[in-house]
C-alpha cells in the first residue's frame, strides 16, 4: 500500500544489491575560485529576499509522489532501493548500482536535475498544485551539500578575523539556501545574496 503516513522516512526496493557506490567527485570545494559576474562587484546591489511558501505534505501529495518516483524507475530497469520523506519537500533517496551511477546522476548532478524537474512536474499534475521536490543518487547531493557547509564555515572564520567580507563563488538557489542556513546562527555574522542572474552569489559580512 502506498505510505498515507507523510511525517516517517519509508523505503521502497526493487532488488537488492550488495555494492555501494563510492562518493562521485564533488564540484564546489572551500578553494573555489572567486565569482567572475560580467559586471564589477562592487557596482551589484544585495538581491530582494523572497519570502518561501511552506509547504505541507498531504496524504495525497505523497501517495502522488511515491507512485510516480515507483513509475519512472520502474521504466528504467536499473536496480535500485529508494527512500522517502514526506515533510517541507517530497524526498526521494535513490540508491543504485555502482556501474549504473553516472548515467542517472550526470555531469554535475545534471541528470539528478532533471530527475528532479520531471518527478515534481508529474506529481504536481497528478494532484492539480506545485509539489516541491527533491532527489538524491547514491547519496551525491548530501555530500555536496556538506562540502558547502564546510566551505560557508571556512569562510565564516576567515571574515570573523579579517573583518573582510567574503564575496562566495557563483551558486544556484539551492546552494545559496545551504551556505545561508549555515551561517546563520553564527554570533557576529550575517549572509546576504548578490547580484542578479548569472552573478548571484551569496556574501558573508561580520556584523561588529
Do not use: C
Not at 31 to 46: D, F, G, K, N, R
Not at 115 to 137: I, K, T
Not at 140 to 169: C, F, K, N, Q, T
Amino acid at each position: 500500500p502506498l505510505l498515507r503516513n507523510t511525517n516517517k522516512k519509508t523505503r521502497r526496493r526493487r532488488k537488492r544489491f550488495e555494492r555501494i557506490v563510492p562518493k562521485p567527485e564533488l564540484i564546489i570545494s572551500e578553494h573555489a575560485p572567486a565569482p567572475a559576474p560580467s559586471v564589477p562587484i562592487e557596482t551589484l546591489e544585495p538581491s530582494r529576499a523572497r519570502e518561501r511558501p511552506v509547504y505541507q505534505a498531504s496524504a495525497e501529495d505523497t501517495e502522488a509522489f511515491v507512485r510516480v518516483v515507483d513509475e519512472v524507475l520502474e521504466a528504467t530497469e536499473l536496480n535500485y532501493e529508494v527512500a522517502f520523506e514526506h515533510d517541507d519537500y517530497q524526498r526521494a533517496f535513490i540508491t543504485i548500482e555502482e556501474r549504473q551511477a553516472g548515467a542517472l546522476i550526470g555531469r554535475r548532478g545534471a541528470n539528478i536535475d532533471a530527475l528532479e524537474l520531471l518527478l515534481g512536474r508529474m506529481a504536481s499534475h497528478q494532484v492539480g498544485h506545485n509539489v516541491p521536490v527533491q532527489v538524491d543518487v547514491n547519496e551525491y547531493r548530501a555530500r555536496l551539500e556538506e562540502e558547502l557547509r564546510e566551505m560557508a564555515l571556512a569562510h565564516a572564520r576567515a571574515v570573523r578575523e579579517s573583518g573582510e567580507d567574503a564575496h562566495l563563488p557563483v551558486m544556484n538557489p539551492r546552494q545559496r539556501r545551504i551556505v545561508h542556513l549555515a551561517i546563520q546562527d553564527l554570533e557576529g555574522l550575517e549572509t546576504y545574496t548578490m547580484g542578479e542572474g548569472s552573478t548571484k552569489h551569496v556574501v558573508v559580512h561580520r556584523t561588529d
